[in-house]
């Protein structure tokens, strides 16, 4: 069974069985890919200028909360953001992305955050805590069957 479902569980609507039987192997991969995508237009932001983003920015941000070295951070950010949620969307070094966009996550939780309290309404840090949660449960599952890691037989 490629879920987390109790095998002896008894469904309340049995009727649904079969939606959920065949569309339990997409549910992962979901959530990795959406994991993936919602990070790239961040990255692609800060790397090529779109959205009303840029390196400039987002380094002079850094400089203002103090995480120097502030152009080469941004960048790292920028490219851990758009080629680690590419990396996430198609499953390849997926072990590692997720490794990477949980520590930039965490880092944006409780250094940038944090001060505005839990709520994301407030600028809190609720948001990329979550998606740090998220890239730690894909760091310890790996691509799974529908990647390209799964594809080249080969994972981290």
Do not use: Q
Not at 27 to 50: D, E, N, Q, S
Not at 111 to 134: D, I, Q, R, S, T
């Amino acid at each position: 069974m490629d879920d987390d479902r109790t095998p002896s569980a008894t469904l309340y609507v049995p009727a649904m069985a079969g939606l959920y039987d065949g569309l339990s192997g997409l549910a992962y991969p979901f959530i990795r890919v959406v994991t993936g995508l919602w990070a790239m237009p961040h990255g692609a932001g800060k790397l090529f200028g779109w959205f009303g983003l840029s390196i400039e920015g987002t380094a002079g941000f850094f400089a203002k909360i103090g995480l120097e070295p502030a152009v080469p951070m941004a960048y790292l950010v920028g490219a851990t953001e758009f080629f680690g949620g590419l990396a996430l969307v198609i499953g390849l070094w997926t072990r590692p992305a997720a490794a990477a966009m949980f520590v930039l996550m965490c880092v944006a939780a409780f250094k940038v955050h944090l001060v505005n309290g839990f709520f994301w309404n407030k600028g809190g840090y609720e948001y990329p805590l979550m998606w740090a949660c998220l890239c730690i449960a894909i760091f310890i599952r790996g691509g799974g069957r529908l990647s390209l890691d799964a594809k080249i037989g080969r994972e981290f």
